[in-house]
């Protein structure tokens, strides 16, 4: 049995936190897609802890946390990610294992993904500059390195080869950044790599699940930035929807069971690309300030705006939903007014549905208002507890989407968190 938490929106509604509160549920945690590019925030006995490439379940000391092939794993990210959560007391050696079938993020991919971004100037995706895009490249186009080559003698002219193909891009874009040092940090991380556990994933994972453990798949980004139905061009490298836990574990899509979807109570997004209910005011501006809307990766600003049910009716029909988490719901609760994007508009007419161009069409958004539970929900425990104001905005986007709210999160704390 596999159950799947993955964002809804743009990325970080809060996954992170998330899958630590539902991890003692479940045997094993996994990341099936995306790389350092994500930032997911969780509170271990009130320290804050960011984690780019290791799942989220890593602080519960009995569970299992598997890097999945889907993931492309940054070796010197992984270290020090590593490094941070062992002086925590964690036995990454014991409970981490990475699939041999992982891609591997090479200096020059990073250096790539830079010389990409500058020659694309002001049409830039607003890229996290981790690599991702140049690594999926190299996955795709069949010259990738994966972490079970680290264990062949061939690795080091596998990796020339490589380096020099990345090289000659290089070139073409005049790009000569010094990456030397980069270069001396990767291998060592990678003497760290290879003392991990690297495992056969797809055995192993299916094994587990035939003697009845319980998965739990935890997506990186936003349904919105996957490679085929979010915004494109403006997305990641990735499918991000739950078709992606099947490809980047190794699982039968029969094996999915729960998928919950997460939605911050409003929207956010962070690099460029289309976000048709961003505010550029004050009311914007509030929300980034209240919900400290800045990227757990990159630190740079999001940009902020009211819930997108359009978007949001769009993912939850792409993967296939269950069940919705909506995080981040203590952020409005001084507002006076509300507003949910019903519709778009476009060329002078209404729409419902998510259109193929976003990009370069401009699309109006079409708001439904409602009144602001103006209330502090912070310390609510129960369900009986949170504001009628509030219930009448969930039991909308409940009929509008089709699909339950069905937790309320109203802080960025472990307990802070109402089942409906
Ligand atoms: P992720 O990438 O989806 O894991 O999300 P991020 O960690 O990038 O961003 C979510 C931010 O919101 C983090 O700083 C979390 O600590 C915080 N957060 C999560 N849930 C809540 C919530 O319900 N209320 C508040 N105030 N903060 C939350
Ligand atoms: P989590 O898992 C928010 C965005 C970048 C950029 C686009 C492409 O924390 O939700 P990439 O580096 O992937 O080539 O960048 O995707 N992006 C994210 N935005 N949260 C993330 O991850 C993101 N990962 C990538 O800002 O617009
Ligand atoms: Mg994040």
């Not at 010389?115 to 049409?123: D, F, N, V």
């Not at 990767?186 to 994933?201: H, P, R, S």
């Not at 902020?304 to 995080?327: E, P, S």
């Not at 958004?365 to 009628?388: D, R």
Request: proline letters at 4%; aromatic letters at 8%.
């Amino acid at each position: 049995m596999v159950d799947v938490i993955l964002g809804l929106q743009w990325g970080d509604e809060g996954k992170g936190k998330i899958v630590d509160y539902f991890a003692p549920n479940y045997d094993i945690i996994a990341r099936f897609q995306g790389g350092p590019n994500a930032g997911h925030t969780l509170y271990v006995n009130g320290t804050k802890m960011v984690l780019h490439q290791i799942p989220s379940g890593i602080f519960h000391q009995d569970k299992i946390n598997i890097i999945g092939n889907g993931v492309v794993l940054d070796p010197v990210t992984l270290k020090k990610e590593c490094d941070a959560v062992a002086s925590m007391g964690v036995d990454v050696k014991k409970n981490l294992f990475i699939s041999e079938r992982t891609n591997i993020i090479i200096p020059t991919h990073r250096a790539l993904d830079k010389a990409s971004e500058l020659a694309k100037g002001e049409s830039k995706i607003g890229s996290t500059l981790k690599g991702i895009g140049p690594a999926y490249m190299d996955k795709t186009g069949r010259n990738a390195l994966r972490v079970g080559d680290l264990l062949n003698k061939n690795f080091i002219s596998k990796y020339i080869t490589l380096r020099m193909k990345h090289q000659k891009i290089l070139d073409s874009f005049n790009f000569n950044d010094d990456i030397s040092d980069m270069e001396n940090e990767f291998f060592e991380a990678l003497e760290f790599l290879k003392t991990m556990n690297i495992i056969n994933c797809e055995y192993f994972i299916n094994d587990q699940i035939s003697k009845g453990k319980k998965v739990l798949a935890e997506g990186a980004q936003g349904s919105m930035l996957d490679i085929d139905f979010g915004t494109f061009p403006f997305v990641t490298s990735s499918n991000t929807i739950s078709a992606g836990v099947c490809t980047g574990l190794g699982i039968a899509p029969k094996l999915i069971n729960e998928v919950f979807g997460i939605t911050k109570a409003y929207c956010t997004r962070v690099g460029s690309g289309p976000f048709p209910t961003e505010l550029h005011d004050a009311t914007g501006e509030e929300l980034r300030k209240l919900g400290s809307e800045f990227g757990a990766t990159t630190g740079r600003p999001r940009r902020c705006g009211w819930i997108d049910l359009v978007a949001l009716k769009y993912t939850c029909m792409i993967n296939g939903v269950t069940q919705i988490i909506m995080t981040k719901a203590d952020i409005l609760d001084s507002f006076k007014s509300l507003a949910l994007g019903v519709a778009y508009e476009m060329e002078g007419k209404q729409i419902d549905y998510v259109p193929f161009q976003l990009v370069g069409t401009p699309v109006a958004p079409i708001y439904k208002q409602m009144q602001g539970w103006n209330t502090a929900t912070t310390n609510m425990k129960q369900h009986g507890e949170l504001p009628a104001t509030m219930m009448t905005y969930i039991n909308f986007i409940n009929e509008y989407l089709g699909v339950p709210v069905k937790y309320v999160s109203n802080g960025p704390g472990r307990d802070q968190i109402v089942h409906i």
